[in-house]
């Protein structure tokens, strides 16, 4: 009984998998964890970590893929647009040893900033794209991803969603194949992207498009599916296909139905659904992609309904009792959420050190007006909420520092960033190079809880670093104070903030305290190795 992220883990252990990349983010994390939790792993058989962010572990799989081995990256969704610019080049280059980049998509936006749809990317880099339908297709399809992506030489994106990375199913796994053995790639300018090469390359890539369809019609993983009834075709994608399979108790749909799960979508099968049907009703997770495309290549007046119609709503994550609404059935909905429940925001821990690096700010600030904090993503940017009010922004990750210096270049004084140890490592630096390099008028608190305490506190790039990194990008040492966030420590911690938010240039503020549910792990942790060592 898999998670449709651990069944991806398993089927890249089992398929000779080398190497795994990532940086965490819901719904994506599960997947390395699992792999790092691996006896490959654990043996040293699999490199399997955390990078930096992103970028950084595209490349390194890129790195990892040109020597003919086998690897995997994954990210959620908005990685994506941080790994945007390797990933659309890896394209380019193509791969030589197989390439999966899984993006983890967030319809509803449960845990994100927002909902965008990674087949969207796949379709701008033109490589394949597989979407599974349930847990034992995500195992299948990372399995076979990874020679389908040594077939065609390009990258394979893989493109899930928060309801199949987290919900769990039975899943048959494959024999176990060795991993490839180092071979480098047969044309030695394949991966130079001068703009020699990246032009035959491109057109290389342009070639393949039918291939890459060919194999998405009898790769098997797209089906079609007569039906009694021609009044209405269905066309699903990915895990909306168990949607619409749970609205007929008998499993039995009296309507053609065409399952897409792998991208290009052959042309040949949507025709022959269109050209079969009176109407047809299209169910996918994210954004119309399929949709648009069918009412651009077959625009010869038959109705489409989906979400651009508005037949299924234009955001938000499908369910049963959506596609149900739109078969026309009877609305399944059951009781709303309990008032109590709705009413439930969520908060910092009870002792959490951001919470005293906040009661600071909040003081120190208070002789000015309010809306000159610049915040970012992690457990910190619950200062938005009561009783802190504290931050005033939160956009992407990084995007703080680069705010704050946007706002204090304008000339808003003092102007403040708050950013989280992980974040500052994953896009803090550089804004915090710009602010140097500028003399920014700035104060930046990076709240160091010694992890990555969002995403379940894996580790931080730039654990003990920190100081040394910002002196390195030149922040003078005179401005860079380490407090302790806690009761204890307020009046001195108010006052180096007072101090400093009156300083002309660059200021760097770190509390430190490590985060209290990473703190807890940590000591059950070490009072089992003790238990087991004095039984020894
Ligand atoms: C581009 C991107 N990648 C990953 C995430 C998921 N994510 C949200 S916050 C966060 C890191 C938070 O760590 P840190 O900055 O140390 O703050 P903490 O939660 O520990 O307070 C991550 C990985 C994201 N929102 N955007
Ligand atoms: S998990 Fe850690 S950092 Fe996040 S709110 Fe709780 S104590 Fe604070």
């Known amino acids: 009984?898999?998670?449709?992220?651990?069944?991806?883990?398993?089927?890249?252990?089992?398929?000779?998998?080398?190497?795994?990349?990532?940086?965490?983010?819901?719904?994506?994390?599960?997947?390395?964890?699992?792999?790092?939790?691996?006896?490959?792993?654990?043996?040293?058989?699999?490199?399997?970590?955390?990078?930096?962010?992103?970028?950084?572990?595209?490349?390194?799989?890129?790195?990892?893929?040109?020597?003919?081995?086998?690897?995997?990256?994954?990210?959620?969704?908005?990685?994506?647009?941080v790994a945007a610019d390797a990933f659309i080049n890896s394209a380019i280059t193509g791969a030589n040893?197989?390439?999966?980049?899984?993006?983890?998509?967030?319809?509803?936006?449960?845990?994100?900033?927002?909902?965008?749809?990674?087949?969207?990317?796949?379709?701008?880099?033109?490589?394949?794209?597989?979407?599974?339908?349930?847990?034992?297709?995500a195992y299948d399809m990372v399995y076979y991803g990874f020679d389908m992506?040594?077939?065609?030489?390009v990258p394979v994106l893989m493109r899930i969603t928060t309801r199949l990375a987290h919900s769990r199913a039975?899943?048959?796994?494959?024999?176990?194949?060795?991993?490839?053995?180092?071979?480098?790639?047969?044309?030695?300018?394949?991966?130079?992207?001068?703009?020699?090469?990246?032009?035959?390359?491109?057109?290389?890539?342009l070639a393949k498009q039918q291939e890459f369809e060919n194999c998405a019609a009898s790769s098997g993983?797209?089906?079609?599916?007569?039906?009694?009834?021609?009044?209405?075709?269905?066309?699903t994608t990915g895990i909306a296909y168990n949607y619409l399979l749970e609205n007929y108790a008998d499993r039995h749909i009296p309507f053609p139905v065409l399952k897409i799960a792998q991208y290009p979508v052959p042309h040949s099968m949507v025709e022959k659904i269109y050209n079969s049907c009176d109407k047809l009703l299209i169910l996918e997770e994210g954004y119309p992609v399929v949709e648009e495309s069918v009412r651009g290549f077959m625009n010869n007046g038959k109705t489409i309904h989906g979400r651009i119609d508005g037949t299924v709503p234009r955001t938000g994550e499908l369910n049963p009792n959506i596609v149900a609404v739109a078969l026309g059935k009877k609305d399944t909905r059951g009781k709303d959420i309990p008032a109590?429940?709705?009413?439930?925001?969520?908060?910092?821990?009870?002792?959490?050190?951001?919470?005293?690096?906040?009661?600071?700010?909040?003081e120190a600030l208070g002789k000015w007006s309010k809306g000159r904090v610049f915040s970012d993503i992690g457990c910190y940017t619950l200062g938005a909420l009561d009783p802190f009010d504290a931050i005033n922004t939160c956009v992407d990750m990084g995007a703080s520092i680069t705010m704050a210096k946007g706002a204090a270049d304008a000339g808003l004084y003092p102007a403040v960033a708050v950013i989280g140890d992980s974040t500052f490592t994953h896009s803090g630096i550089t804004g915090l190079i710009d602010c140097v390099k500028d003399k920014s008028h700035v104060l930046i608190m990076i709240l160091d809880?010694?992890?990555?305490?969002?995403?379940?506190?894996?580790?931080?790039?730039?654990?003990?670093?920190?100081?040394?990194?910002?002196?390195?990008?030149?922040?003078?040492?005179?401005?860079?104070?380490v407090l302790n966030p806690s009761p204890k420590h307020h009046e001195e911690n108010l006052a180096i903030l007072n101090k400093e938010l009156e300083y002309q240039g660059v200021s760097v503020i770190i509390p430190r305290r490590e985060c209290i549910q990473t703190a807890i792990r940590h000591s059950k942790e070490h009072r089992k190795e003790e238990a087991v060592s004095s039984e020894n």
Request: charged share 20%; aromatic share 6%.
């Open 1 to 81: 009984m898999l998670l449709g992220d651990e069944a991806i883990a398993q089927a890249a252990i089992d398929a000779g998998m080398s190497g795994i990349y990532a940086y965490p983010g819901t719904p994506s994390t599960e997947i390395t964890e699992y792999v790092i939790q691996s006896k490959e792993a654990k043996s040293g058989q699999i490199r399997a970590g955390w990078s930096t962010n992103e970028k950084t572990a595209m490349e390194s799989a890129l790195g990892m893929s040109y020597t003919g081995k086998r690897t995997m990256v994954c990210m959620k969704h908005v990685g994506l647009n």
């Open 97 to 137: 040893g197989g390439l999966i980049v899984v993006s983890a998509d967030d319809p509803s936006m449960h845990s994100s900033q927002n909902e965008q749809d990674s087949r969207v990317y796949g379709n701008f880099a033109l490589i394949p794209i597989l979407e599974p339908t349930n847990q034992q297709d």
């Open 149 to 153: 992506s040594e077939k065609l030489g």
């Open 170 to 205: 039975g899943v048959v796994r494959k024999p176990a194949r060795a991993q490839n053995e180092i071979h480098l790639p047969v044309d030695p300018r394949q991966f130079i992207l001068l703009p020699a090469n990246a032009r035959r390359q491109y057109k290389n890539l």
């Open 340 to 362: 109590i429940v709705v009413g439930r925001p969520p908060s910092l821990c009870k002792g959490c050190p951001h919470i005293y690096s906040y009661n600071a700010l909040n």
């Open 449 to 481: 809880n010694e992890t990555t305490a969002m995403t379940g506190g894996q580790d931080s790039s730039a654990f003990g670093r920190i100081e040394a990194i910002c002196m390195g990008i030149g922040v003078h040492k005179d401005h860079i104070f």
């Open 221 to 235: 993983f797209n089906s079609f599916t007569d039906g009694e009834d021609k009044s209405l075709g269905i066309i």
